[in-house]
Nanobody, 119 residues
Framework: QVQLVESGGGSVQAGGSLRLSCAASGYTYNRYYCMAWFRQAAGKEREGVAFIDSVGSTRYADSVKGRFTISKDNAKANLYLQMNSLEPEDTAMYYC????????????WGQGTQVTVSS
């Protein structure tokens, strides 16, 4: 099993920044996992925001490209999401997710951390 615990959410005004963290643990977790941040706004479907693979290659949803940066610290088994120039549309519950890279779907999820951006 892999456990994921997010932190760093909060309330911020539009244009502000937040940094989310995700601590991974568990005997099956290793640096070769693919990891991602997803978000789900009230009344909307969950969407993938940012992805990072085992060698550090990243990709982003168009809505956050240029504003969000995903990174990981393999030594600490931590995943991060730096969010800049936040917009009210970024308001959502943010979830950390992990999977063995060969797997198609993410099978490990954190409990989520709330991000609220006011105009």
């Amino acid at each position: 099993q892999v456990q994921l615990v997010e932190s760093g959410g909060g309330s911020v005004q539009a244009g502000g920044s937040l940094r989310l963290s995700c601590a991974a643990s568990g005997y099956t977790y290793n640096r070769y996992y693919c990891m991602a941040w997803f978000r789900q706004a009230a009344g909307k479907e969950r969407e993938g925001v940012a992805f990072i693979d085992s060698v550090g290659s990243t990709r982003y949803a168009d809505s956050v490209k240029g504003r969000f940066t995903i990174s990981k610290d393999n030594a600490k088994a931590n995943l991060y999401l730096q969010m800049n120039s936040l917009e009210p549309e970024d308001t959502a519950m943010y979830y950390c997710a992990a999977k063995p890279c060969l797997r198609s779907d993410y099978n490990y999820w954190g409990q989520g951390t709330q991000v609220t951006v006011s105009s």
